[in-house]
């Protein structure tokens, strides 16, 4: 654009909004330049590492687990594209599940950050530290969950069949198969680790699985047009997706926790109390976002192969 151009934009754009040009420019003339450190809030990013004990390689664990949590708002960000687009093209599906994929893929190559880059020593002195926090309580997994399929995918194998779409979010929550690892389902106990970590989000969940529930990744792919949905390429990245999230990401989380605390004739728990075999490896809790893009071969064998 010329510069007779840009000024006439700047103008209508800012009697659209009901401020004077002038002031706006007046402001600009006093105004200093933006730097990398202001815009990345590098001061306020560097100072949220908090260690509880004297051991270095906590910082380690700390730092690994906010990179990771920044990944996880990327992908919600990226979700949001496909999910709150009222008609959403096959080419801006797949161009956002790419990127999704691709925050995933660094995830799971990430981990050798954390599986190699501590000493064990020292992570199993400051590990009950954190009791009873865990992994298990971020909130923002937990969205991408919600967000990627349909509940009853998300609902433990269990109980999928007293769970169908005129069950309450509550009750469908109540089944869901991370409730395992927090909760005694013959008595109905709960575990500090699940009662808190609900106290804190389980309003913010319920919302957030009824919000989407109609326009989850799943959901979405199904409202493309049939000869879309069979794209090869389309089906690929959906396939890609969802083994990476549940079957590539979790058995990279499983390997690093098994390298800590799970020799064979280790009886350590998760630092939240759970069993952590069972309640992480993908072959026990069999979550699957898309189950219609994979064989009956691939569905029985999940997480073997």
Same mark, same amino acid.
């Given at each position: 654009?010329?510069?007779?151009e840009?000024?006439?934009?700047?103008?209508?754009?800012y009697?659209?909004? /009901?401020? %004077?040009?002038?002031? *706006?420019?007046?402001?600009l003339?006093?105004?200093? %330049?933006?730097?990398?450190?202001? &815009?990345?809030?590098t001061?306020?990013?560097?100072?949220?590492?908090?260690?509880?004990?004297?051991?270095? #390689?906590?910082m380690?664990?700390? *730092?690994?687990?906010q990179?990771?949590?920044l990944?996880f708002?990327?992908?919600?960000?990226?979700i949001?594209?496909?999910?709150?687009?009222?008609k959403?093209?096959?080419?801006?599906f797949?161009?956002?599940?790419?990127r999704?994929?691709?925050?995933?893929?660094?995830?799971c190559?990430?981990?050798?950050? *954390?599986?190699?880059?501590?000493? =064990?020593?020292?992570?199993?002195?400051?590990?009950?530290?954190?009791?009873p926090?865990?992994?298990?309580?971020?909130?923002q997994?937990?969205?991408?969950?919600?967000?990627?399929?349909?509940?009853i995918?998300l609902?433990?194998?269990r109980?999928r069949?007293?769970?169908?779409?005129?069950s309450s979010? =509550?009750h469908?929550?109540?089944?869901?198969?991370?409730?395992?690892?927090?909760?005694?389902?013959?008595?109905g106990?709960?575990?500090?680790?699940?009662n808190?970590?609900?106290?804190?989000?389980?309003? #913010?969940?319920?919302d957030?699985?009824?919000d989407?529930?109609?326009?989850?990744l799943s959901?979405?792919?199904?409202?493309?047009?049939?000869?879309?949905?069979?794209?090869?390429?389309?089906?690929?990245? *959906?396939?890609?997706y969802?083994?990476?999230?549940?079957v590539?990401?979790?058995?990279?989380? &499983?390997?690093?926790?098994?390298?800590y605390?799970? /020799?064979k #004739?280790s009886?350590?728990?998760?630092? /939240?109390?759970s069993?952590?075999?069972?309640?992480?490896?993908?072959?026990?809790?069999?979550?699957?976002?898309?189950? &219609?893009?994979?064989s009956?071969?691939?569905l =029985?064998?999940?997480g073997?192969?």
């Amino acid at each position: 654009m010329e510069r007779d151009e840009i000024l006439k934009a700047i103008e209508e754009k800012y009697d659209k909004l /009901g401020v %004077p040009v002038d002031a *706006m420019l007046e402001g600009l003339l006093h105004s200093t %330049p933006i730097t990398y450190w202001d &815009y990345i809030q590098t001061d306020a990013l560097l100072g949220l590492q908090t260690p509880r004990t004297t051991q270095p #390689d906590e910082m380690v664990f700390i *730092m690994y687990h906010q990179v990771n949590e920044l990944l996880f708002k990327m992908i919600l960000w990226e979700i949001d594209q496909v999910a709150k687009t009222v008609k959403v093209t096959a080419d801006k599906f797949s161009m956002h599940l790419g990127r999704i994929s691709r925050y995933f893929d660094m995830l799971c190559s990430s981990f050798n950050v *954390m599986a190699d880059g501590m000493e =064990k020593d020292q992570y199993l002195k400051f590990r009950n530290t954190l009791t009873p926090a865990s992994g298990f309580q971020s909130a923002q997994y937990r969205k991408i969950e919600f967000a990627s399929t349909e509940l009853i995918n998300l609902i433990d194998a269990r109980f999928r069949d007293n769970i169908d779409r005129n069950s309450s979010f =509550k009750h469908a929550y109540n089944h869901l198969y991370w409730q395992a690892a927090g909760k005694n389902y013959t008595t109905g106990q709960k575990s500090t680790l699940l009662n808190l970590f609900e106290k804190k989000y389980i309003g #913010d969940f319920i919302d957030f699985m009824e919000d989407y529930n109609d326009i989850n990744l799943s959901k979405k792919f199904k409202q493309l047009p049939k000869e879309v949905q069979e794209n090869d390429d389309l089906i690929k990245a *959906m396939r890609h997706y969802d083994y990476t999230v549940n079957v590539k990401w979790v058995m990279a989380h &499983y390997n690093a926790a098994g390298k800590y605390i799970g /020799g064979k #004739d280790s009886d350590l728990e998760a630092t /939240g109390g759970s069993n952590w075999r069972k309640y992480m490896h993908p072959k026990y809790q069999r979550r699957i976002f898309f189950p &219609y893009l994979w064989s009956k071969d691939e569905l =029985k064998n999940w997480g073997t192969f």
